[in-house]
């Protein structure tokens, strides 16, 4: 059975087992925590709108967008990568990121997976092919930034990408490989770059992060782009009960990120509340470039909950679990997307 099971998620990595028979454990959604009772009435999100001619598409992906009418040039722009199991609509209804850029005024772009290309819906984050700067999907993911940093005029300076496991990981794969376009991130419950070059290693990368030094890490990223200039400051959430994507993953990328920062392990400043533990690795300003944070008892998915306003879930979505706070705000804090606009 296991050695079944096995062949079935790699089969499931390199796109090729029906959906009806998947066995990939993102197909089996986390049991969501009932959502707090809501206070008032929720707005549902913003429709996100499909954008065809976006560049040359080698990845083959879909794009869809949301632009606050009225949003003054200069404003941010982020990009946001589903995971496996999920498409842009339902990431976004408990994600809450259309809602949150309508309230502090910036655009949102989706990058989505299509069936035809995995019918687990799952970013193809380990394959070279798909991971290469300009190449595969990684450079229709760039082009749609492109697009819609253009039609939105955003600040070149303030162009930011988070995503959810696989898409997580393509997240991590974007910041390693356009350091000169994207300023930070956010990987949630996501793996390092390069911790995969193929399905098999995929799947044991997931079930435990590969041991490497954070040299070795850093020099993946290196290798990448080996003239990187500037380095884009990372957070990483995980759950201490993610039993799809082993929490040696959220160590890895910190040990990745803090080599390229060339910051010292023991130079964090921690906080704890009953059910976080967050470290910040900080330059010299006080400016946090690395930072962890473990959600106590969380499983496999990104930390979402109801409430009134931008960033809050409007509905139960799988892999969006309820954890008393929102994740998305609390990214976009780090990013200084703070204050809400005027029209």
């Known amino acids: 059975m ?24 993102f197909s089996r959604p986390e049991p969501a925590k009932p959502a707090r009772p809501r206070r008032r009435r929720q707005a549902a999100p913003p429709v996100l709108a499909a954008v065809a001619d976006f560049g040359s598409n080698p990845g083959n992906l879909s794009m869809f967008a949301h632009i606050p009418e009225g949003l003054p040039a200069g404003r941010p722009l982020v990009l946001v990568l589903h995971g496996c199991r999920q498409d842009a609509a339902s990431y976004d209804r408990a994600a809450g990121w259309s809602t949150l850029a309508e309230e502090r005024g910036f655009a949102v772009v989706y990058a989505e997976q299509k069936r035809s290309n995995n019918p687990g819906l799952c970013f193809t984050w380990f394959r070279p092919s798909e991971v290469t700067r300009d190449r595969g999907e990684l450079m229709s993911i760039r082009q749609m930034v492109a697009h819609a940093a253009d039609l939105a005029a955003s600040d070149a300076g303030r162009i930011f990408v988070t995503g959810l496991s696989a898409g997580g990981a393509m997240a991590a ?21 390069g911790a995969a070059r193929d ?45 799809t994507v082993a929490l040696s993953n959220a160590a890895a990328l910190v040990e990745q990120w803090r080599d390229l920062h060339r910051l010292p392990e023991e130079a964090f ?29 969380l499983g496999h998915g990104t930390p979402v909950t109801r409430g009134a306003g931008g960033g809050f879930a409007v509905s139960d ?23 809400r606009w005027r029209r």
């Not at 794969?173 to 770059?193: E, K, M, Q, R, S």
């Not at 400043?269 to 946090?288: H, L, Q, Y």
């Open 2 to 25: 296991r050695n079944r099971f096995r062949r079935s998620v790699m089969r499931l990595l390199q796109g090729h087992l029906p959906d009806s028979a998947s066995l990939w454990p």
């Open 173 to 193: 794969a974007a910041l390693a490989n356009y350091p000169d376009v994207f300023a930070g991130g956010a990987v949630i419950a996501g793996l390092p770059f």
């Open 199 to 243: 399905a098999t290693r995929a799947f044991e990368a997931m079930a435990e992060a590969p041991g490497r030094s954070a040299r070795e890490w850093g020099d993946l990223v290196r290798a990448a782009v080996p003239d990187g200039g500037r380095r884009p400051a990372i957070s990483i959430w995980h759950g201490t009960a993610d039993d």
């Open 269 to 297: 400043v921690e906080k704890r509340t009953k059910s976080r533990r967050t470290r910040v690795w900080p330059d010299g300003e006080g400016r946090a470039l690395v930072s962890l944070t473990e959600i106590e008892g």
């Open 317 to 339: 979505e799988p892999f969006m679990l309820e954890a008393g706070f929102s994740s998305t705000r609390e990214i976009a804090r780090t990013w200084g997307i703070t204050r």
